[in-house]
């Protein structure tokens, strides 16, 4: 009976642990808690991107794409950019430049899909970098598993090539 005692409260105190790391994650990264694993209010599902860049008005947004090269090339949003990996700082410095001149309310959407979500070592400072660069309109494009599975098997608009 103590065996099961201590599991138990072994399980539960790592359970809490983990979503205090979570949190503190969270709060130092600007994601909340939310955003690491689900869908939050600066993130863009694909259907609904879709919805916007195939609608005849308004403004569309300016997508980047910061991912690997290899993976543009065998498949990107039409229109994308390809800036590069956001865990790379020249990848970072080349977004700053690309947006610099921009107003700080021009429309962004961000994506990579090189991995799930939770797991993807690009997104976050490629948002950081704009967060702190004062832009107010930027969006993540939610991909749950990857790329290929989330918009490509969906048969959602693709571009290849460079």
């Known amino acids: 009976m103590k065996q099961v005692c201590s599991r138990g409260f072994l399980s539960l105190t790592t359970l809490v642990i983990s979503f205090s790391c979570l949190l503190l994650v969270g709060a130092t990264t600007g994601f909340s808690a939310g955003e690491a694993g689900t869908p939050g209010p600066s993130l863009i599902q694909p259907d609904e991107l879709v919805s916007i860049l195939k609608s005849a008005g308004g403004p569309k947004p300016l997508l980047i794409q910061v991912g690997f ?9 039409p229109g ?10 020249d990848a970072i410095r080349r977004l ?49 598993h990857n790329f290929g599975e989330d ?12």
């Open 69 to 77: 090269n290899v993976l543009y090339v065998q498949a990107h949003i």
């Open 96 to 144: 700053h430049e690309r947006v610099e001149a921009l107003p700080r309310t021009q429309p962004i959407v961000l994506y990579c899909g090189c991995c799930p979500w939770n797991e993807c070592p690009n997104i976050k400072p490629a948002f950081r970098e704009l967060d702190a660069m004062g832009f107010k309109n930027v969006k993540l494009l939610f991909i749950a």
């Open 80 to 89: 994308s950019e390809f800036i590069g990996p956001g865990l790379n700082p």
């Open 151 to 162: 918009w490509v098997k969906k048969d959602y608009p693709v571009a290849k090539g460079k």
